[in-house]
């Protein structure tokens, strides 16, 4: 039986409900190729800002474009109406209202703290015995230091702990490095909004229910 079970958010608990994905909007804004995903994490997710404008100035400058007032105008709109859309999958408070009768949870993302603000005003963090947000902490996954952050704050061993993420290489990867149990979770249907990495891993799901034949066996 697992102690604790560790979350990935974004694509395993929650999404944001856009049509287009609001880095790749940011990018055709901006005019240039983002070659790598982390790079805008990096600008918006390892600090607090003041602002959204605030931290789109950094982006910018990550990135050395002289930003106009008009092009910080817009990345500020798609970066508002990301947030403001934040959404849990349907099958998300039922497995965890289940899963808190059993073991620790704890929640782990790249995050930036306009989204965070949403998880507590809304509540959902009650359901989290501990949770480690980049914006927090000034480290992003797969730094296998988050994770070392959050065992502690939950008083667990890696060894007795499952983690369940979308994405093999900033979830999954580093979790089993320190000796956790892993799950790789692929959304079916309209759910199926992992766009970062391809992968497969030998213990996947296609929805959060599946992680109950899991649970035992951490």
Not at 25 to 31: A, F, N, T, V, Y
Not at 178 to 198: A, F, N, Q, T
């Amino acid at each position: 039986m697992a102690k604790a079970v560790i979350f990935d958010l974004w694509n395993t608990l929650a999404y944001n409900d856009v049509k287009v994905n609001p880095v790749l909007q940011i990018e055709r804004l901006l005019g240039v190729k983002i070659r790598k995903y982390h790079e805008a994490e990096k600008s918006f997710m390892v600090k607090k800002y003041g602002s959204i404008r605030e931290a789109a100035i950094s982006l910018c400058n990550a990135l050395n474009i002289e930003p106009s007032g008009g092009m910080l105008d817009e990345i500020t709109r798609v970066w508002e109406d990301t947030v403001e859309r934040f959404t849990l999958f349907p099958d998300v408070i039922g497995v965890l209202k289940a899963l808190k009768r059993r073991c620790k949870i704890g929640l782990i993302s790249n995050t930036d703290c306009f989204s965070v603000k949403y998880i507590y005003k809304n509540g959902y963090a009650r359901y989290f015995d501990a949770v480690v947000f980049s914006c927090d902490v000034g480290l992003l996954k797969p730094d296998r230091k988050i994770f070392e952050i959050l065992l502690q704050k939950l008083g667990v061993k890696a060894g007795e702990t499952l983690m369940v993420g979308d994405n093999l290489k900033d979830d999954i990867l580093p979790a089993e490095s320190l000796g956790m149990r892993c799950v790789l979770i692929r959304r079916k249907g309209p759910y199926s909004l992992s766009w970062i990495e391809k992968g497969k891993y030998k213990n996947e799901i296609s929805g959060l229910e599946g992680i109950w034949k899991y649970i035992g066996r951490a």
